[in-house]
């Protein structure tokens, strides 16, 4: 069982107010279209824009567990300081727990970050092995990147 599957039937989402901590409204609406667009029933691609400072890192946390899946979630980042800054988001989860959306008592997902080049399969494999997410730079995740290769199809459920 992933930590998704684990931990998505205690999710609660509400909203955050002046007296009570919370997710914001961007945050719900962005998470929600998000996993509308995974739950269609095809693939798909789906954009949600945020505002800097939104908590755009919270809606990468809240997708999968809204869809919750059997297998690993792969997000790519832009630079590796934001990799770095996603994958520990990620691993404790701090922002979900304040909110209230992921239980105190749950576990914390397992975070693989990518470092270098995924040039086979096997690599790709390798990457996810014993991982709920694996975070990495465009330029180690895909393709269109001379020397990385693409993963093998069905590895994840969905990337961000």
């Known amino acids: 069982m992933t930590w998704f599957e684990d931990v998505a039937p205690n999710v609660r989402l509400k909203l955050a107010t002046d007296s009570q901590p919370g997710l914001r409204r961007a945050q719900i609406g962005a998470a929600w279209a998000l996993g ?16 800097t400072g939104t908590g755009k890192s919270a809606v990468l946390g809240l997708v999968p567990l809204l869809v919750p899946t059997d297998r690993p979630v792969l997000l790519a980042a832009p630079n590796r300081l934001v990799r770095d800054q996603l994958a520990a988001a990620m691993r404790n989860q701090d922002v979900l727990r304040r909110a209230g959306a992921v239980p105190e008592e749950a576990d914390n997902p397992r975070v693989r970050v990518v470092e270098h080049r995924l040039a086979t399969a096997d690599d790709w494999i390798e990457a ?12 180690v995740l895909s393709p269109s990147y001379a020397g990385v290769a693409r993963p093998p199809g069905g590895l994840f459920r969905m990337a961000l």
């Open 36 to 51: 509308a667009a995974f739950m269609s029933g095809r693939p798909s691609a789906a954009m949600a824009v945020l505002p």
């Open 128 to 139: 996810s092995r014993d991982a709920d997410i694996v975070v990495g730079t465009m330029g």
